[in-house]
C-alpha cells in the first residue's frame, strides 16, 4: 500500500493503491472525507468498511474472518451504522461465519444500533433456517422487539418462511399474541393464498 499526502489551504489529496486498484482522497472544504474514481465517491467509512469484518460477513468470506479472530479481531465490532458481523452474516445466511462468530464470543441478542434488529430477526426475515436454528441454540431470544414493535416472527411471516414460523412458535408460543406498532399479530402479515398456506396454518390454525 502507498500513499502521499499534499496540503494546501483547501484540501488534502491522498493517493493509495489498495487491491490493485488506485483510490483518489479529498477533504473538502466542509471537511468530509470522499473519494472519487472516474466519478464515483466514496466516503473513508466506506473504505475502512470494506476492508473490516463486516464486508467479509457479508462476502462469505470464511477464511477471512477465521483468520481476522485468530489475530484477535473483536467478534462484536460495530460499523458506523452500528452493525456488527454477526448482523450482517446472519442476514445473508452464512451460516459458517455465524458459528465461527458465535464461537469465538459474538452477542447473539446483541440488536443493531438503528432498528433494534437482532441476528435472529434478519435471519428470520429472510429465511436462513439454519441460522435460525443456530441462534436459537445459542440463546437466541426470539420474543425481543426491534424499533416497529416486531418480533422474529413477525419478520418471518412477513417474509413467508413457514419452516421458521414453527420452530419459533415451538420455542415462545407466546409470540403469536405480540402486536407490533402497526397492530398487527405475526399472523396478519400473512393470507390464505395457495402461496402462504402452511405459513397461514401455523399461525392462524395452531
Known sequence: MCSYFSHSSHFIHVSLLYQE????????????HCSGVG??????????????PWNLAIYGDYPGIQKYLSKGGEPNVRDQSGYSPLHYAARAGNYLICKE???KGAIVNQPTKSGKATALHRAAGQGHVRIVKLLLDHNADPCLLDDDGKTALHKAASGNHPEICRMLVDKAPEMRKVIDKRVKYPKDYVTC??????????????
Open 21 to 32: 486498484q488506485e483510490f483518489k482522497f479529498t477533504m473538502c472544504d466542509d471537511h468530509h
Open 39 to 52: 466519478g464515483v465517491f466514496q466516503t473513508l467509512d466506506e473504505i475502512d468498511f470494506a476492508r473490516g
Open 101 to 103: 462468530l458465535i464461537d
Open 193 to 206: 393464498t395457495e402461496e402462504q398456506k402452511e405459513t397461514y396454518k401455523i399461525l392462524w390454525w395452531s
